[in-house]
């Protein structure tokens, strides 16, 4: 009986050890089971960042190249880009910053890079992008205009710089010599004079519609600048609007208008793209400044004969557009790789809709590398650039509306330099 109980016990101890190493053995499992969920979920692909970039509507043909080329140098990003006409662009893009809902890179006109810098909408640039760039292989009117207080803002996507487009035709019409560089205002103007039938055709063509400051500074600062003039003084402390350089030079660029009528009478509200670009393709204007878009538009016109030629003087407004990361962008050290990414001549030099900012971009291939787009560089090299001052929208501004007044005949010349000092003056404040 004894050793019945006895062997009872025995077996129930037997059968309890047994269980206890029986619940031990789903916890092993069970840890190498969370090892390998937590392998595999470390192992699972990211979502790509997306990217988003604003830039001008001419880019509109390149933009899906662009696309393709980054997210094939960087595969972890996708690239969502937005080509938006030029008609309410800063506006809308200041007001999306404020709002916090900004691309996260978005290309600035450089003359608009002082008032946003200003306002605290932009990123500095200097330490991230700035010290990994080349800054003497950027053509340096924009290199210089993305900068704003000392420190980088943008990284320049295009180099502008007008030439003087002419109509050869109308130019053999009037038996008047073609414009050869080293020519001046006075030859300009000489030569407008013989070519304008009133009401027919028109020797030059200006632009003083306030709706394209941009178009309007192409126009008049290089008469300015040529006359000795400029809009401020060296240090950006007072407007020089007043003084005898730069009424000569206003009276010189109205007069075209009210004195010696070699320029459309419409041209108070004509811009350069909108209005002079086709008369002189209609061969009712003979002369205009422009861009290097002038080239693309004059050789798709059927049986147009032009050339370029660099502007009298040789002064002419420098410029460009550059990608900046706005403040409120979510994505900036993404934006900073897109930045540097198209800061490479062999990006740009395929993929620019407009002049590359990269001079060495230019020598790689056409059209940058052929005759008549290296005159373009050769304007841009020298390009003088707009003041560099938070309030330049606003002293703009002033400056077009003095000039229409001055157009008009509501007011002298001297009176209209008096106006935009005394109106610009509190501005540099």
């Known amino acids: 009986m004894t050793k019945r109980v006895l062997s009872v016990i025995i077996a129930c101890f037997v059968l309890i050890a047994f269980a206890g190493c029986s619940q031990q053995a789903p916890s092993s499992s069970s840890t190498q089971q969370s090892a390998t969920s937590a392998t595999a979920a470390s192992a699972a692909p990211k979502a790509p960042v997306e990217l988003s970039v604003w830039i001008g509507s001419w880019w509109d043909q390149k933009a899906p190249d662009i696309k393709k080329e980054f997210e094939k140098a960087y595969p972890q990003y996708k690239v969502k880009i937005d080509c938006l006409p030029i008609n309410g662009y800063f506006d809308n893009a200041a007001s999306a910053i404020m709002a916090g809902s900004p691309p996260d890179v978005l290309d600035l006109d450089v003359t608009q890079v002082s008032t946003f810098a200003a306002k605290n909408l932009l990123t500095d640039l200097t ?40 109509n050869k035709k109308m130019f053999d019409d009037a038996k008047v010599p073609y414009p050869k560089e080293g020519w001046t205002y006075d030859d300009l103007l000489d030569a407008a004079k013989k070519i304008t039938v009133p009401g027919q055709k028109y020797g030059v063509g200006i632009a003083a519609d306030l709706s394209d400051p941009s178009n309007v500074m192409t126009s008049f600062s290089p008469v300015l600048w040529a006359n000795g003039g400029d809009y401020l003084n060296s240090d950006n402390t007072k407007c020089t609007m007043d003084q005898p350089n730069a009424i000569k030079a206003i009276t010189f660029w109205t007069e075209l208008y009210t ?18 670009v086709p008369l002189l393709a209609n061969n009712q204007v003979a002369m205009l400044p422009f861009g290097v878009s002038g080239i ?94 938070g309030k330049w ?37």
């Open 127 to 166: 330490a991230d992008v700035e010290s990994k760039l080349k800054g003497d292989d950027f053509i340096k009117g924009a290199w210089q205009a993305s900068h704003y207080n000392g420190k980088l803002y943008g990284m320049p996507s295009r180099a502008s710089g007008a030439t003087y487009y002419y």
């Open 393 to 429: 929208g606003e002293a703009q501004t002033i400056i077009i509306k003095e000039l229409q007044k001055t157009l008009q005949g509501a007011q002298t010349p001297e009176q209209a330099g008096k106006n935009m000092t005394v109106q610009i003056d509190p501005l540099l404040k």
């Open 296 to 389: 693309d538009t004059f050789s798709k016109t059927p049986g147009l004969q032009w050339d370029i030629v660099i502007p009298p003087s040789g002064f002419n407004r420098g410029g460009g557009w550059t990608l900046t990361v706005p403040v409120s962008a979510k994505h900036k050290k993404e934006a900073n790789d897109y930045l540097l990414w198209f800061a490479k001549p062999e990006v740009q030099a395929p993929l620019c809709a407009t002049e590359p900012s990269v001079i060495s971009a230019w020598k790689l291939n056409a059209p940058w590398n052929t005759p008549m787009y290296q005159t373009v560089l050769k304007a841009a090299m020298t390009g003088k650039l707009l003041p560099s001052i």
């Open 259 to 276: 004195k010696y009528k070699v320029v459309p009478e419409g041209s108070l509200n004509y811009t350069i793209s909108r209005d002079v």
